[in-house]
Every structure is written in C-alpha cells, then in structure tokens.
DNA sequence: CTGTTAGCGCCTTCAA
DNA sequence: TTGAAGGCGCTAACAG
C-alpha cells in the first residue's frame, strides 16, 4: 500500500484502465461525471500502479495548490507553538498542507518570506506581523491574507485581547485584600504591552487600588528577579508581570529574599505559557493562541472560498486562570 | 517595488523586452548564458512590468521546487521549537521553502503528512518519527529523507545522544555524596528514555551507585509529581527524571512533602526545555535539538545535491548543566 | 549568444 | 458518459 512511484502519470493509468486520460483526470477531481463502473476500474488500476496524482501540475493548470503559509516571529517563542499547531490541525482537516515561516522579528526578513510564499500558497496567515500597514495591505491585494494579533483595517483579523484578563487579575487581588499593587511592565513599544498596562490602571481605578508600574527593560527571567528591588520599594504586596517568564523571575527574587508566595507576596503572570508546571504554579492570563491560530485558519479558509473581502475583526477575550501565587492550597 | 502581478508571464515579459521567451526565462536561471546587456534589459522590463517567476511552473517543468517539509510530533513540545527554528533558517540560506507538519504522535497521520508532502518537496525530515522502519525505509527510497533522533540503518539520521549527559549527571551525583539514585522513566516505547535508562545503569553500575526505575506512565508534570511516593520508598536520595516536564512534577511532589531540595533530595531532568526560568533552576542535560535541525537540514541539502545514498550517522552528544536542584546556592 | 520547439502532468472546454 | 485537443508557465535541448 502507499507504493508511490516517480514517473507515474495519468497517461500509464489510463492505458491500463483502458480509457482515455481525462477520464482518470476525471476519476480523481469529479467522480460524479463518470459512470460508477468507469471511476471504479479506474481507480483499481491506479491502485496497483500506485499512482498518485501529480499535485504541482494540477496546480499549474488549476491556479489551486492547497498550500497556505504561516509566518510567525518566532517559532521558538513559547507564545507561537501552540497557535502554530492548530493552525496546522485546521489545515490538515482541509487536506491543506502548511508552510511555516520565521520572520526572526525582522520586517525585511518577513517580507522576503511572504515573496518567496506568495506563489505558491492560496492564502497567508501573519501572526504578529513586523510589517508595516502599507505592505501588508499590499500582500493582501494579492492573496487573501488574515492577521493575527495586528489590527489594521480591512484586512480580516483575529485578535487576542489580554485587558480581559488582566482587569480580572487585579480584581482578583483585590477581592483577596490587596489594596496596592504593580504593574512589571515589558519591552515599551509592544502593543501587548501598553494593551495591559493601560487594563491594569483602569481596574485599579475603578477599585480604588493604588498601582505603580515598575520597568523591566526587556521580557525576561532575569529582568522580572531584578525587578523585585523596586517593585519591593513601593511598598505593594501584589505584582502583575507583563509575561509568565517575567513572574517567575519576580518568584526567584522573592525566594531569594525569604518572602514567602502567595502568603507574604502574590505574583500574577499573563499568558500562561507554563501551565501549571512551575511549584508554586503560577496564577496568570489565559493566552487562547490555540482558538486564536485555529480561528485565523478558518477565516483565511473562508476568504479563500468566497473572495469578498469582508472586513472581519475577530476579538478573543482572555480570562485569569487562579493558580497557587496569589491563594494558597488551602483556601 | 515588489508590486508583483497576477497572470504576468514570461511572454508579456519577452515582448517587452524584445527578446523569445526562453532569453526571459535564461535571464531568471541562467544569466551567464545571456550577454550583459540583455540579461539587464530583460531585468529592467520584468522589473517595471511587476513580474515574477512561477514557482509552481517551473517545478513543473524541471521537477525542482525548492521546498523541503519538516515532520514533528508535537509542534508544541517545547523540545521541538528550537528544532524547527533552526532547521527554517538553515533552510533560508538556500532559499528553501520548509513545510511543517504535525503528526500528533500518530503513525497513520504522519504517514498521510508524508503522503501529502512528498509530491512537492525535493526532500523530508522525520524528527522523532513514529512510523515504522519498513515505512520509513519506503519513503527514502522515493526522496531524501533524513532522521532526527531515529536509528535506522541506511537512512542519514542525526541523533542527540543524552547518554553522555545522563553519565556525566550520575557521576555528579555521585560526587556530591549520593549513593542511591532513582530513574524516573518516560514512555517505554521512546528511543530516547530507553537510551537514557540504560545510560543511567551502566554509570551507576561503574561508579558503584545503586539504581531503581520509577516509570512514570507519561512524560508530564502530574505523572512526575504522582511518581514522587514510589520514588521515596525507594529510599534514594536523588532522581533523574525523563524530561524535565517529569522534573518539575517531582519538584512539586516533594514540596507537597515540605522535602527540601537539594538539601535533602536531588533532582536532575532532561533536555534543558525550560533554561533557568524556574525556582529552584533545574540541573538538567542540554539538548542540542538546535544544531540537531541545522544538521539535519545541511545533510537533507547535500542529499539532494549528490544522489549518493550514503550512510550517515550524525551524533551530537550532551553535557550536564549543574543548576539549584542539586546543588545548593551556597557551594 | 539567441530563437524555435517540445514537452513537464494535469485539467477542461468542446464534440461526439 | 466519454474522448480529443489545447493550454497552464516555464525550461531545456537543438539549431542557427
């Protein structure tokens, strides 16, 4: 079974078959144009030969490959993977087979990438995009084209909201007592960043919760643990971390210091790249990269099939996930 | 600039430039067959008009289509995303398009991936395959095909030996005092936990350490963390676990038990997945799946070149990284 | 150096 | 329901 061989086409199948070669065509896209009888022994006859057709000159002469592309910044960002995987258990219920490409966070590279893609692909999918608006417009005049996590008008978009989240973080604080909190923000110009920095001020607003933002220059383990200083000087009990990798350093820096979690010092991270496989486990964001990678997918599927351009903006919410930072396992 | 066109080919192309076809075509692949002049030329007049070759013609016509797909598991893993991304920027290099596809740990599936892939690729890589040797031996006969951390003889494979990491992890052990270890082992049918059991057996035979298996049904947190009671009635005082998933399970086993680590128990996992991002860091063995997918791909690309079906037998080898769970702060 | 001429393997009108 | 023929866009001999 599954003996395919080189330089099998419909002309040797057809011979067997003892038809012409737009009926085997024709067994294989539109049975239903031929007799039971007809598909039946053609198929028989392709089965022993073991061919299998030919996808790229169907392609040629169809304009259809049953490729789509999947660019992300990078793939060895614990954000991407399972958004990555979806995505690719979506495709492959469309029979689609998926390129995967990393931009390495660099336009240029990004662009090359989309190039080199766009020939043989019938639609993109640009998670995070580093491209600016102008040549992602540019790019989706030519294909259909959905965007992850970039909200530019008139393309079709799925978007992950964290403000969702992170306004039920600090809820969350509040309700178990804490009166006065940060905010351990990252890199300044992601627009993750400023989405939850800005959810984390209004909540805090609302309820009356003193807040300070405390800067961890990049994203990291080692910035949230030397972070912990001022975040320790402002007299907070809770922290918020831009990202799960940044609360565990904040975790480290508090071990370090005999501060004991959750009970002297709660820690919530946002996107919950871990799961619950840290001890303590961390209370942190719900990310739905997976919905988010399965629903651009879907969209890009649609787009393909009906070429209207619908201006879809598809917006997930997040929710906290309460872990062991910020309750202990008693209560 | 880029403002690639539909339907724009080499004829449009040729008759701007006053040239046949195939000088266009001679001017894409094949310039030092063109004078100077013409190949600029026809360049300028491809340039202006928006025209770019079709990938999928010229696949067509010369059975090239400098694409290569790339097979996984579990793209989620978080073994295997350094994989990928090192695998796509080598492939880059050479201006290869990488498919990646998802086996969901299933035979059948990675088998139809294959199925779907092989059409349009010039060669594949099987990292962890699940498929059987006959399967595997049938799909390399048909294209290139290397292995990752997969031993059949007559196909080029790259495998990361974790036994030299996993000796040198018994013998620091060892050094630091202990004299009765566990092995926390993962799934049985897996490659890699039997050679890492073995590797643990035979180093603790030679340093004179006594030895016990734990086998943990699944590589997981939950499974490390329910193994952690068998673990102690063992009476051991050390475990090296499969994978450091299983690690950070028994970590949380032993807090569950206010048992200190490293202070009264050491823990060691396996492939450096997590870095130093927890508290207590992990001692654990690298992984090397980063020059694993670079291998792999420069071998898949010499492969494709010269047609000599050599046997390859790429070996990376492992080394332990002494973090916090078994050695304190302090020493 | 450059043009002419066949295909690559398949799909798809158009007739029968 | 089936066959014949042309073409998808490009490359690769073979001439000139």
Redesign the interface.
Known sequence: M?????GLTIKQVAEAAGVARSSVSRAFTRPEMLSPETVKRIREAAEKLGY??????R??STGR?G?VALIVP???N?F???L??AA??EA?RS?L??????S?EDPK?E?K?V??????VEGLILASSRLSDERIQ?HAA?RPLVLINRDVEGIPRVLIDSGSGVREAVAHLAEIGHRHIVYVSGPTKSWSNKQRRRAVRMAADVLGLKVDIVAAAVAS?EAGREAVGSILVTGATAAIAFDD?TA??I??GL?DRGIRVPEQFGVVGCDDVL???????LTTVSNRSVEAGKAALSLLLELMQSQSVRDVRYVLDTHLVVRNTTIGHGE
């Open positions: 599954n003996g395919q061989k080189e299998v057709p030919n996808q790229t000159a392609a040629l490959h490729n990078d793939v060895a614990p991407f993977p399972p990555i995987r690719q258990m492959d029979d087979c998926v390129f995967l490409g990393n390495d590279q662009d990438l190039g080199r893609f766009t020939g043989q540019a030519l383990f990798l565990q350093g975790l480290a071990a799961g619950a496989a840290t001890y303590p486990s």
